[in-house]
């Protein structure tokens, strides 16, 4: 079984995400991006880590934007003259 485990660093991660460096520590720190892998004095994420996260952040992103959606639907308050049949 022929099994690569592909490893990226903070500038790696950060060019790939579209941030700064910082920001991958800081959401590290909040626990908010997964954990690192420590070998040594080196810091590496895994690609699948890297990935499940962003799919994560996706499902979330799309979830918020159609619970949006159907607020805009099932607005509350007075209704329009059309709605009233005037």
Do not use: Y
Not at 17 to 43: D, N, S, Y
Not at 58 to 85: D, F, H, M, W, Y
């Amino acid at each position: 079984m022929n099994m690569t485990l592909q490893l990226h660093g903070v500038k790696q991660v950060a060019a790939q995400l579209g941030c700064c460096t910082r920001m991958i520590q800081i959401l590290v720190a909040k626990g908010e991006f997964p954990a690192p892998i420590r070998i040594g004095r080196l810091v590496r994420w895994r690609e699948e880590d890297i990935a499940g996260w962003l799919q994560e952040r996706a499902e979330e992103a799309q979830l918020k934007s159609q619970t949006i959606a159907q607020r805009r639907v099932a607005r509350c308050g007075r209704p329009r003259n059309s709605a009233r049949g005037v």
